[in-house]
């Protein structure tokens, strides 16, 4: 199980010259190759790999619609930043917080804080900010507020997507009402395309990491 969680995490490339998030997880994945122990620490790497999965430069396949292609390749040129991954990486740390609480309520405590020291250190160096822990706290109360409303899983998104437009071309996003904040206007097939990406990530990324984390915890037991 352990060398089969290690292959899972670790056998994929995703450089990219423009992000020092990609290119931090093809550096931490050519050096965790030869490990043989999972840890949290190899956990938040196999995480930032997936992570680097949203809005990647597409790879050229025969016989795709032209027009599908070029949105792809807009999506991932004007909306798959840091910044991006970065507000993808704060709804990803909520989920995996829900789940730990309602599934390992006594380790959530041991775990989590970690894997958030990790992911703010990260992405503080990729974006510059040293008050990034702020911005992370204020994403994960705005999306436990919405846990507290009941509120459905088109709802996760719409907000998220706002986020993500927000980011255009690698903006820095400002602090964001969930409640009141103000609605951003974009293409209305940018916005289509944005949301098959969250629907994907959610569907296959978010449960990956789950399986992860429940062999991880196995592994400390």
């Not at 043989?36 to 949203?54: K, N, Q």
């Not at 009141?180 to 944005?194: C, H, K």
Request: net charge negative.
């Amino acid at each position: 199980m352990l060398m089969g969680l290690l292959s899972g995490l670790f056998g994929r490339s995703h450089s990219s010259p423009t992000s020092f998030v990609r290119r931090w997880s093809d550096r931490r994945m050519r050096e965790l190759r030869r490990e043989h122990v999972v840890t949290v620490d190899t956990l938040f790497a196999g995480f930032i790999t997936y992570l680097s999965d949203f809005a990647k430069p597409p790879p050229k396949r025969e016989g795709i619609d032209e027009e599908e292609e070029r949105l792809r390749l807009h999506v991932s040129t004007h909306y798959g930043g840091d910044w991006a991954l970065f507000e993808v990486g704060c709804y990803t740390c909520f989920r995996l917080d829900r789940w730990l609480f309602a599934e390992h309520p006594e380790l959530g405590g041991e775990l989590l804080p970690g894997f958030l020291r990790s992911f703010t250190k990260l992405f503080g160096e990729a974006l510059e900010l040293p008050d990034i822990r702020d911005l992370l706290g204020q994403r994960l109360e705005a999306y436990s507020e919405l846990a507290r409303s009941e509120a459905d899983i088109q709802t996760y998104h719409s907000h998220l997507t706002q986020l993500i437009l927000r980011t255009e071309d690698n903006r820095k996003p400002e602090p964001y009402d969930f409640s009141n904040g103000p609605i951003m206007i974009s293409d209305a097939f940018v916005v289509f395309a944005l949301k098959l990406e969250l629907k994907a990530w959610e569907s296959v990324r978010i449960p990956a990491l789950i399986e992860s984390m429940a062999k991880l915890i196995t592994l400390m037991k």
